[in-house]
Each structure stands twice: as structure tokens, then as C-alpha cells.
């Protein structure tokens, strides 16, 4: 992970408080850092497509930039507000999500910097050097996040070219020369799904495709999805969609 330096950042203010529903677009005229804690939801800029984040997660919102939140169940978020862009790292211009549910030293960072702050130059030293780190570590990890999302990418890419005769994820692993755990690792986060899901949901778009549109033989569409046991294909294809094959086709 790479480790950035943040210099010149300071606190405007800090607050904490219970998640609504729906909180409609809006803005504010200061950099907006949100961890979210106790529930899950979905966060969109305007304009912009919803993205999920669940307890623990991290948002960075840029100044002057609308926003809005929808939130399931109860949970708070804490907010912390820096100043204008100027004296923030270019990295902050623009919106960042991180899944930051695991590391709990930035989570406790965080609620540290938005409980009342005790007077004194002292202190103030010190909660601006707490406000680096934080800064600095969701920079790093949203480093990362952009890394695991190029290998998550790069192995869609492998699965769409060589379903029909991957016999191992681990050669999906090997052959973008990753760590077999890590790829799995990043492939889930990024995508809700295991890479093996990912592949049965391949196979079985490609064997819908050729049940709609060609008179392949079931044993033949089997084989050209990856699979040896044209009964295996079929139990996969009828977990998938609730029919057998060639119910399927005769609905077309």
C-alpha cells in the first residue's frame, strides 16, 4: 500500500449524527469526510450513479459538490469538514469511497477527531496531526481500492475469454501473476460475488444465448459452456433459472 505524506490540512469542524432515510441532494462549502457507522446504504453525486457502502465505510466528498445519502436500518455518520480545496492533496478533488470496515485504527482516528476538542495550541497541534493521518490512510487505501479494481477488471476480461475451458481459478490467478487469496479476496469485495459465481454466470448467459438462438444439442451446449457433464450443466442451468434446458427452449 502506498503511503502518502499530507501536509497542510486543518479541522473546520466535526460532528456526529443519527442517519435518516433519505438525505436529499445537497452541498457544503467545505471537503466532507463521512464515516458511516451501524448501517448500510447507498451515496450518489449529481449526476453521478449510486454507490453502496455498508458500516464502516468511508466517504469524501469534495467542496461544493451536491450529494445525498439513502440509508437502511439505523446508524450514524461521522462528519468531519476540512477546508477548501486549495490546501487539500489534488487526490480530495474528486469523490472517494473506501471500504475502510476492517481497519479499525482509522475508524477510532476518526471518532477521536469529531469528539469536543480541548482548548490549547498543544491540542490543536495534535488534532491536526490526527486529521493527517486519517487523511493520508484514505488516500492509501483508496490507492489500493483502485489497484483491486484493475485486477477485478483484468480478471472479468479472462473469464469472458476462457470460460469454456477454465478448469481452475487458480489459473485465472496465474496468469495475471497474483496471489490466488488476494485476487479471490478483491474479486468479492469489488463485486459482491466469488469468482466462481462470477464464472457460472458467464457459462450460463452464453448457454441461454445458444438455446435462444441455434438447435445445438444439449449435450453440445454443455460442452461449449465448459462443461463435461452434460448433467452437471443441466443442474447448474436449472439452479440458475428455476427451468430445465430444454423447458427453456421450448419457451422461445
Not at 65 to 76: F, I, M, N, S
Not at 177 to 205: C, I, P, Q, W, Y
Not at 220 to 230: D, K, L, R, T, W
Request: with cysteine; net charge neutral.
Amino acid at each position: 500500500m502506498r503511503r502518502y505524506l499530507v501536509e497542510e490540512v486543518r479541522l473546520v469542524r466535526a460532528f456526529r449524527h443519527d442517519c435518516v432515510a433519505l438525505c436529499p441532494l445537497h452541498a457544503h462549502e467545505t471537503c466532507e469526510i463521512i464515516l458511516h457507522l451501524g448501517a448500510s446504504g447507498s451515496e450518489w453525486v449529481r449526476g453521478g450513479q449510486p454507490r453502496e457502502f455498508v458500516s464502516g465505510g468511508i466517504t469524501v466528498i469534495p467542496a461544493g459538490l451536491e450529494h445525498a445519502q439513502r440509508t437502511l436500518g439505523p446508524g450514524e455518520d461521522i462528519c468531519l469538514h476540512l477546508p477548501s480545496p486549495r490546501s487539500l492533496p489534488r487526490e480530495l478533488e474528486s469523490p472517494i469511497m473506501v471500504p475502510a470496515a476492517g481497519d479499525i485504527l482509522l475508524q477510532q482516528l476518526v471518532l477521536e477527531l469529531s469528539r469536543p476538542a480541548a482548548e490549547g495550541e498543544l491540542q490543536s497541534l495534535m488534532r491536526d496531526q490526527l486529521l493527517r493521518c486519517v487523511v493520508g490512510r484514505i488516500l492509501a487505501l483508496a490507492s489500493q481500492d483502485a489497484d483491486a479494481s484493475d485486477h477485478v477488471g483484468q480478471a472479468q476480461r479472462l473469464i469472458a475469454e476462457r470460460f469454456r475451458d477454465l478448469q481452475s481459478l487458480k489459473e485465472i490467478a496465474g496468469a495475471l501473476k497474483l496471489s490466488a487469496d488476494h485476487l479471490r479476496h478483491v474479486f468479492k469485495r469489488s463485486t459482491g460475488r466469488s469468482m466462481m459465481e462470477h464464472l457460472t454466470m458467464v457459462r450460463m448467459a452464453h448457454a441461454r444465448e445458444l438455446l435462444e438462438h441455434t438447435s445445438l444439442p444439449i449435450a453440445e451446449i454443455a460442452s461449449q459452456c465448459g462443461y463435461a457433464s452434460h448433467r452437471r450443466f443441466g443442474s447448474v442451468f436449472r439452479d440458475t433459472y428455476a427451468s430445465t434446458a430444454t423447458t427453456f427452449r421450448r419457451r422461445q
